[in-house]
């Protein structure tokens, strides 16, 4: 991956800097190393110390937690795409004997699973791996809280399971499958089970006195793919561009846009700017900007993945210390930055190919009942439907090849639309997922359900 710091402006640049210099500060940081990535590419990377001369640089390993999550849903979806799996598949199915088996797949990726949110017996995070030798003993007697696929509950122990289910599948560990598929393809050289060296230190930070305390760091065993991994600011950078554009070497960009879609809910408690969650991917609206990715924490680390694909920014903040600094936060706030002060230049239009340049007849406005939709043909092979007015129900749909398209979105996402013709092969109507859409408003010459009167439209004196 390049990296080029000219590519920002100086003034961005700087405020970049402040971000992060102001975090580290005022969230009592050790150290704190974050990456900007745009248009794919890193063009920004910046550190702050407490300790002088010693700035992290972007291959300074840090421990990431959570956003080992993300890795493991990868390797799960992969299993999907290559029809080893389905995402409704009870877990049992796969992976028997676990006493949680009637959970599905997606449930697992979602945290819907009803499983508990952590461990039975000691903070898993800080004490040895060797005390859960076996799933049971993650699990432990009563491993079900809530019911499954009735509420979002971010659960730990679930995705230890789905990190079994990888392995179960793929025979082989969950480190050396993540490695083969994930690591290597993207040339993630500086991720690890273990810390490598050069790599920070984790590092309790007293609460009222400005005092630290080491951490221990332990090996997670079992639960190492729910957030054993440490990592730098270049990797998860290159990660980034993976997860907003897709990579055929990983995931197609057609599953990352799948992983990216909310599919559960967060708890009443948990709402922050219309947060959500995807396959194993976070999502929130904050500044009103839709931001995808994770977040980790483990004693002594705090780690945020954040990325825009709208604008194009991905944001990465790694800091070694239990509590302080808000990382999320700040790595929203430096995507932010770069989106507002140096906006996204727009590819130039480009009008479709010729021999691409099909179903014109289709293009135009179009009723539902009384309600105009403009349907539009773009050069990217999708078609759109959307109001006129600018409110209500919209979708893109992606061709299927046969003469129908399927929706990519909001309401109609999945639903078919099909355009119904009539003997002479003129198109009278489309449908929708049944919803009839004609030319006029309850076109008299079209199928309408229930029929049209008659008499046609008429005013007031009509009543």
Not at 9 to 38: D, F, K, M, N, Y
Not at 278 to 299: F, K, T, W
């Amino acid at each position: 991956m390049t990296t080029s710091q000219e590519e920002l402006l100086p003034t961005t640049r700087r405020a970049l800097l402040h971000r992060i210099a102001v975090a580290q500060a005022e969230g009592r940081a050790p150290s704190l190393v974050a990456a900007v990535v745009r248009d794919g590419r890193t063009v920004w990377h910046g550190s702050r110390t407490s300790v002088d001369g010693h700035g992290p640089d972007e291959n300074v390993q840090y421990r990431i937690g959570s956003i080992t999550k993300t890795f493991t849903a990868v390797l799960v979806l992969r299993l999907r795409d290559e029809g080893l799996l389905d995402l409704g598949d009870p877990l049992e199915k796969h992976l028997p004997g676990t006493g949680v088996g009637e959970a599905t797949i997606a449930e697992l990726l979602a945290h819907t699973s009803g499983l508990a949110a952590e461990t039975p017996g000691p903070w898993w995070e800080r004490s040895p791996a060797s005390l859960r030798p076996e799933l049971s003993d993650v699990l432990g007697e009563q491993p079900v809280l809530h019911p499954s696929g009735r509420r979002f509950h971010y659960s730990n122990p679930g995705y230890t399971l789905l990190g079994a289910l990888v392995e179960e599948l793929r025979g082989a560990s969950w480190e050396d499958v993540l490695r083969r598929e994930v690591l290597e393809p993207l040339g993630l050289n500086r991720t690890s089970m273990r810390p490598q060296a050069p790599h920070a230190g984790g590092w309790a930070v007293h609460p009222w006195a400005d005092v630290m305390l080491p951490e221990p760091v332990e090996d997670l065993g079992l639960m190492a793919s729910a957030g054993q991994l440490w990592s730098t600011t270049a990797d998860l950078a290159r990660f980034a561009v993976c997860l907003a554009k897709g990579d055929d070497r990983v995931l197609s960009g057609e599953t990352l846009r799948e992983m990216r879609t909310p599919a559960a809910p967060p708890e009443a408690g948990d709402v922050v700017d219309g947060a959500a969650y995807g396959l194993g991917l976070q999502i929130q609206y904050r500044d009103g900007r839709l931001l995808v990715g994770h977040g980790g924490s483990l004693p002594g680390f705090l780690a945020s993945l954040m990325l825009s694909v709208e604008d194009d920014v991905a944001a990465v903040v790694l800091a070694n210390c239990t509590s302080g600094p808000l990382v999320s936060l700040v790595a929203a706030d430096l995507v932010r930055i770069v989106a507002e002060a140096e906006p996204r230049i727009p590819e130039p239009w480009r009008p479709m190919p010729e021999n691409e340049a099909k179903d014109l007849e289709l293009a135009g406005q179009w009723y539902w009942g009384t309600h105009a939709f403009a349907l539009r043909l773009t050069a990217d092979g999708l078609v759109s439907l959307e109001p006129l007015s600018g409110k209500g129900r919209r979708s893109r749909f992606r061709a299927n090849g046969d003469g129908t398209w399927t929706g990519l979105e909001g309401y109609y996402a999945g639903e078919l639309l099909r355009a119904v013709r009539r003997p002479n092969g003129a198109v009278d109507h489309l449908d929708l997922g049944s919803f009839v859409f004609t030319r006029q408003p309850y076109d008299e010459g079209a199928a309408v359900p229930g029929g049209v009167d008659p008499d046609g439209w008429r005013g007031a004196g009509s009543f």
